[in-house]
T-cell receptor
Framework: KAGVTQTPRYLIKTRGQQVTLSCSPI?????VSWYQQTPGQGLQFLFE???????NKGNFPGRFSGRQFSNSRSEMNVSTLELGDSALYLC????????????FGSGTRLTVV | GIQVEQSPPDLILQEGANSTLRCNFS?????LQWFHQNPWGQLINLFY???GTKQNGRLSATTVATERYSLLYISSSQTTDSGVYFC?????????????FGTGTRLTIIP
């Protein structure tokens, strides 16, 4: 079956702009989580959605938001981009909040200039 | 929250060598996963291993939950094994909704 699909793969934005990233989970998976990876901070949890509800949120400012649709696809939005938002954003899906583990997508590499 | 530590941070080996990567965690866990991050950034599942031992080809993993550590073994290394290996676990009092990652072991296999 198809894996986790993230779009776009690469993105370049200017400071102050906003960006929306998309994640389609594995068919049948209802949980989608988002992680940010930077060289300085490593992999950090952003938030997790299950059945269209945000169940957990990491320690990120309110500029980072997300949502999940009825088909389990998820979007993540970052408003008022800062240079420090440059990172690899990874999406993970699971059957139900980590049951049997998580499968990650290829990521979206965001560069803010 | 849970702390996840990995060792060694870097490992350089000749092709064909064997290696052992270690993951220590500070609290009891409901599950633990090992991932390989390839040069393009994708995190590839290696093992979902809350306890016990699993094997998949040249790779195997063992988690001793009572002693709060997990080991990843790579035998007969190939250049394609190069990359960063992460272990990750959710805190036991948090359910499984998030993973805390270790800082990774960067493995370089020299031909």
């Amino acid at each position: 079956k198809a894996g986790v699909t993230q779009t776009p793969r690469y993105l370049i934005k200017t400071r102050g702009q906003q960006v929306t990233l998309s994640c389609s989970p594995i068919s049948g998976h209802r949980s989608v989580s988002w992680y940010q990876q930077t060289p300085g901070q490593g992999l950090q949890f952003l938030f997790e959605y299950f059945s269209e509800t945000q169940r957990n949120k990491g320690n990120f400012p309110g500029r980072f938001s997300g949502r999940q649709f009825s088909n389990s696809r998820s979007e993540m939005n970052v408003s008022t981009l800062e240079l420090g938002d440059s990172a690899l954003y990874l999406c993970a899906s699971s059957l139900a909040s980590g049951v049997y583990g998580y499968t990650f997508g290829s990521g979206t590499r965001l560069t803010v200039v | 929250g849970i702390q996840v530590e990995q060792s060694p941070p870097d490992l350089i080996l000749q092709e064909g060598a064997n290696s052992t990567l270690r993951c220590n965690f500070s609290d009891s866990v409901n599950n633990l996963q090992w991932f390989h991050q390839n040069p393009w950034g994708q995190l590839i599942n290696l093992f979902y291993i809350p306890s016990g031992t699993k094997q998949n080809g040249r790779l195997s993993a063992t988690t001793v939950a009572t002693e709060r550590y997990s080991l990843l073994y790579i035998s007969s290394s190939q250049t394609t094994d190069s990359g960063v290996y992460f272990c990750a676990a959710p805190p036991s009092n948090f359910g499984n909704e998030k993973l805390t990652f270790g800082t990774g072991t960067r493995l370089t296999i020299i031909p």
